[in-house]
């Protein structure tokens, strides 16, 4: 039996519920880019302002940041099947909110901005639940190629949504994108709902609350299941060194994309269609890094794929930005975004095969904390540093770090190798 899995191509597909699941998310994910294609052009034709885009995408992940560590407590407590279920029914609300608004001639830049801080809620909650639940529904030995499959639908729905937005905004009305991204979430409900897994048999968090702690106790539960999972992320050698290199990405590297519209403009002069060009670049790269992960299936050497990526990634950085050449930056974007998706998929799957079951849920927030909460963080410093010494001299300087980074967790990363249980002690 295992000796044939070694041998399937995309062998998470071969699994009914994963790919259910996957089918509901590749719609979700799509529906997800159009509202955000919609929503940025609804601000800016409201505002004229690129700062209002900038404090629309502050609101969406703020909440992210303050609260995706809490939402990781609840995954472990809650059932995250159900937990799901009730983050995408939750995830409705905004989408209809703003359609209807839309239609009304009613909607303005507040009511956007309230609306884009309670799906960032929402969403702190559903990250980490999502990330953990991949290993209910697959065995291990698939996660890595199960990851990568997700990894894939997002990045398809990367370019399929913002493609129809396009199309929907100009013959239907950019309400449209809105009612669709709505409906999308019922095909995710609706996948989840036919799903079966095994942690169907736990307990579901107010009973274990009541059961264990007590009603009075309860919060001081939540700190405790917190600070275990905190511990846990700081004892193990490589968790730590995978989410290092992640926070660093996060802060350093990644935010290069908030700073195209510049390259485009005035280092390469394409304008706006080159800037497109550009963006679908790094998105092709981290399409075909996902669907290489996903083909190859299982990966046995992953801390030597994530140094290699991430060496990818940082030196693609580097070389875009010294180049004034534009079919060359293309070319080097499409490394970037390989390298980069590269590793993400090799990391999650080599954290979530680090940790104990009990535990993943809070663990994967930690994830998504380093990943996305900070990463407001990481587009505020990049913007800060280009407008002291140039776009182009800050995207250097942000390249050279993230390599330093990984070459100083080569050791670290090898011991994903290694199996689970390593500690710092």
């Known amino acids: 039996m295992e000796n044939r899995r070694t041998h399937e191509r995309f062998p998470a597909l071969y699994v009914r519920d994963f790919r259910i699941f996957w089918v509901g998310q590749l719609i979700s994910f799509s529906g997800t880019w159009m509202q955000s294609t919609a929503q940025g052009w609804l601000v800016y034709s409201l505002t004229e302002s690129p700062f209002y885009l900038g404090v629309v995408a502050a609101a969406a992940s703020l909440p992210v940041l303050l609260f995706t560590l809490i939402g990781g407590v609840v995954a472990d407590r809650l059932m995250k099947r159900k937990l799901l279920v009730i983050t995408q029914t939750l995830s409705i609300l905004p989408?209809?909110?703003?359609?209807?608004?839309?239609?009304?001639?009613?909607?303005?830049?507040?009511?956007?901005?309230?609306?884009?801080?309670?799906?960032?809620?929402?969403?702190?909650?559903?990250?980490?639940?999502?990330?953990?639940?991949?290993?209910?529904?697959?065995?291990?030995?698939?996660?890595?190629?199960?990851?990568?499959?997700?990894?894939?639908?997002?990045?398809?729905?990367?370019?399929?949504g913002p493609f129809?937005?396009?199309?929907?905004?100009?013959?239907?009305?950019?309400?449209?994108?809105?009612?669709?991204?709505?409906?999308?979430?019922?095909?995710?409900?609706?996948?989840l709902v036919r799903i079966r897994t095994k942690s169907e048999t736990?307990?579901?968090?107010?009973?274990?609350?009541?059961?264990?702690?007590?009603?009075?106790?309860?919060?001081?539960?939540?700190?405790?299941?917190?600070?275990?999972?905190?511990?846990?992320v700081r004892r193990s050698r490589p968790i730590f060194g995978i989410l290092l290199l992640v926070a660093t990405f996060s802060l350093f590297g990644i935010p290069y994309?908030?700073?195209?519209?510049?390259?485009?403009?005035?280092?390469?002069?394409?304008?706006?269609?080159?800037?497109?060009?550009?963006?679908?670049?790094?998105?092709?790269?981290?399409?075909?890094?996902?669907?290489?992960?996903?083909?190859?299936?299982?990966?046995?050497?992953?801390?030597?794929?994530?140094?290699?990526?991430?060496?990818?990634?940082?030196?693609?950085?580097?070389?875009f930005s010294l180049s004034r050449d534009y079919i060359a930056s293309i070319v080097i974007l499409i490394f970037a975004g390989w390298g980069v998706v590269s590793f993400l998929a090799v990391a999650n799957s080599s954290i979530q095969l680090n940790t104990p079951d009990p535990l993943r849920g809070r663990v994967m927030s930690v994830y998504t904390f380093v990943f996305l909460g900070i990463a407001p963080a990481g587009n505020a410093l990049m913007g800060w540093v280009a407008h002291l010494v140039g776009t182009a001299r800050a995207v250097s300087i942000s390249a050279c770090l993230c390599i330093a980074v990984v070459l100083f967790s080569v050791k670290r990363l090898r011991m994903a190798d290694e199996g689970p249980g390593r500690r710092i002690d």
């Open 95 to 160: 989408a209809l909110a703003l359609a209807v608004l839309i239609d009304l001639r009613a909607v303005t830049v507040w009511q956007i901005m309230f609306f884009a801080t309670l799906l960032g809620t929402v969403n702190a909650f559903d990250i980490p639940a999502r990330q953990a639940f991949l290993v209910d529904i697959v065995e291990k030995g698939r996660l890595l190629n199960a990851i990568a499959l997700n990894s894939a639908a997002f990045n398809s729905a990367r370019i399929i």
């Open 164 to 191: 129809f937005a396009g199309i929907a905004i100009s013959s239907l009305g950019i309400a449209a994108c809105f009612y669709i991204n709505a409906a999308s979430f019922v095909a995710a409900i609706a996948a």
């Open 202 to 232: 736990g307990k579901g968090f107010l009973m274990r609350a009541a059961a264990e702690d007590g009603v009075s106790d309860r919060f001081p539960s939540l700190l405790r299941d917190l600070h275990e999972g905190l511990s846990f």
């Open 257 to 319: 994309i908030t700073l195209l519209p510049v390259f485009a403009a005035d280092i390469l002069k394409v304008g706006a269609r080159g800037l497109g060009i550009l963006a679908g670049a790094s998105g092709l790269g981290a399409l075909a890094a996902a669907l290489f992960i996903a083909f190859k299936g299982e990966i046995q050497k992953k801390g030597r794929l994530m140094s290699l990526s991430g060496l990818t990634f940082g030196a693609a950085l580097l070389s």
